[in-house]
């Protein structure tokens, strides 16, 4: 574990990610609750907000409703928020270890994004830290001015090529998923466009060189691949 990480716990059993360190929040909310743990009830939460990380592999999580724990021995991962942001989970045994897959499936093909230690405990471990601002990507929606903007701008790719730009744009206005498009509304250069034909290009039936302007002052001869013959200037 490197300066910054702190061990995490994928946990199925909590209803919520607690964080125990506030540096991991975006919008925070102080306020003084319990909740529920094995022993009873306990005043372990000072807060609540939407919190922003990333695993020991550098995939980002987003969770709409972590809890503030400082008090807390563990920091807890949901799989809840696991789902929310749509990840998968599956057990796996490699080498003679169980590991947890987190895994995401795109255009059919499904990656291995975290692979989570299983402990003798039983429990899941990985590593969180801070998210650099290259990595953050935009989940608010983008309009359909912006989306036509943007379409404008790539040279008027198509609307499979333009996914695949969203889903790979990372710190870009296109970056996320959540798009409006009307589809009434099409692209008025693409729709003229492909009704346009395109120009034939005629090729000239004559084509008369210097060359046979020249030998038309003297003899005219036809070559035949058995002989030459002459015929008279008439």
């Known amino acids: 574990m490197t300066s910054g990480e702190v061990d995490c716990l994928a ?9 125990r360190d506030q540096k991991y929040f975006i919008n925070f909310t102080p306020k003084v609750t319990s909740v529920t743990t094995i022993s009873g009830p306990s005043t372990l939460i000072e807060g609540f907000g939407k919190a922003q990380f990333a695993l020991s592999n550098g995939t980002p999580m987003t969770i709409s409703e972590a809890l503030y724990s400082p008090r807390s021995s563990r920091t807890l991962l949901s799989f809840k928020d696991i789902r929310e942001n749509e990840y998968h989970v599956e057990t796996a045994h490699e080498n003679g270890v169980d590991y947890l897959y987190m895994t995401s ?23 969180i830290h801070l998210v650099e601002n290259n990595l953050i990507i935009r989940r608010a929606p983008i309009d359909e ?18 996914l695949r730009t969203m889903n790979a744009s990372h710190g870009h206005p296109l970056g996320g998923k959540n798009f ?3 589809p009434k509304s099409p692209c008025q250069a693409c729709s003229i466009g492909k009704t346009n034909l395109k120009p034939i290009h005629v090729k000239p039936t004559k084509l008369v060189s210097k060359f046979l302007e020249r030998i038309q002052d003297g003899h005219k001869f036809v070559y035949c691949p058995q002989e030459m013959q002459h015929f008279p200037n008439s």
């Not at 059919?108 to 471990?125: D, M, P, W």
């Not at 001015?145 to 333009?162: I, Q, V």
Request: positive net charge; contains cysteine.
């Open 11 to 19: 946990d199925s059993g909590t209803t919520h990610t607690i964080l």
């Open 105 to 127: 499936t795109k255009y059919g093909q499904k990656r291995i994004l975290e692979k989570l230690r299983c402990l003798s405990s039983g429990l899941y471990v990985t590593t």
């Open 145 to 162: 001015s912006t989306y036509m903007l943007w379409h404008d701008r790539l040279g008027h790719p198509g609307r499979n090529t333009m």
């Open 180 to 182: 409006v498009i009307n």
